[in-house]
């Protein structure tokens, strides 16, 4: 079931010359990829919208630690008392 099985009258192989002419290089052409001005712009519209989101997290972290910092002075300020 496994085993090859091979053509009755198989064809020769190609024969080969050795001649020097040197074949025309192939050119292949890269493949055009198109991108929508609407894919641009969501891309866009995405990074513009997640750095503001990531701004308004960076102020509010420090508001919060500069909050934090002056109710520590000031209840230490009041345990001295």
């Not at 192989?13 to 712009?41: C, E, F, K, L, M």
């Not at 750095?51 to 420090?62: G, N």
């Amino acid at each position: 079931m496994f085993l090859p099985k091979y053509p009755a009258n198989p064809t020769p192989p190609p024969a080969h010359s050795h001649t020097t002419v040197d074949p025309a290089p192939v050119q292949r052409t890269a493949p055009q990829i198109s991108v929508s001005t609407g894919a641009v712009t969501a891309v866009l519209v995405g990074g513009v919208v997640l750095t503001a989101l990531l701004a308004a997290v960076a102020v509010t972290a420090i508001s919060v630690a500069v909050a934090a910092v002056v109710l520590r002075s000031m209840l230490r300020d009041q345990h001295r008392f």
